[in-house]
């Protein structure tokens, strides 16, 4: 499973973040980020959301800095450390805050996506969105629905507890329950409409509530 395209709500002007502070390319309300499109859908309110931008497993220490120059980076709770070890998935993260309020969160999986690049990192190094958490009024229902109707399988995490993680490494539909706190700043997470095509799955589309619809695009 790959993200072909997301599409989130959000103030208009959101995409000037990314276009000018990351210089990722933008046409219109789309920006691009290696394999997938992000799209932002005007809309009335504050909504927010949890996201993750996929760096090659290789490129994380040049990414950290990079980030670091263009956001203020989120550190763990109580903590100054803004780097987050995800040992259980061969994986390092760091987090910031786009001017929407949403948590954007870089990570790198050992061995995904390397090029064997050096020097400063670019945002045109990114791969793709890596993660996208759906909040949804039930998780575990969900992740059996993106079962039984896309073949997406259930790779990590307990949907059932609140939290699971469908797809494949590197490349997940996190389904949340609500009000549960995103790291690393602990907000709690909310019910906003989401849009997700992805490829590599049975070709369909699936409702799963609360505005949130996963389509698989036929290859």
Known sequence: MRFEEVTLAGPQDLTDFYADALV???TGDAIRIG???LRVAPQDGEPFYHFAFLV????????HAWLGERAPL???AGTEETVFDFSFWDALACYVEDPAGNIVELIAHHGVAEQGTGGPFAGAELAGISEIGLVLPDPAGAAAQLERELGLDPWSGDASSG????GRRAHTLIVSREA?????TGRPAEIHPVAVTVTGAAAAET???????VRAAAR
Request: net charge neutral; no cysteine; glycine share 18%.
């Open 24 to 26: 990722l390319p933008r």
């Open 35 to 37: 394999e997938t499109t």
């Open 56 to 63: 090659p497993g290789d490129r994380f220490e040049a990414a």
């Open 163 to 166: 939290l699971g993680f469908v």
């Open 207 to 213: 409702d799963l509530g609360g505005g949130v619809t």
């Open 74 to 76: 989120l550190p763990r």
């Open 180 to 184: 549960r706190g995103w790291l690393p």
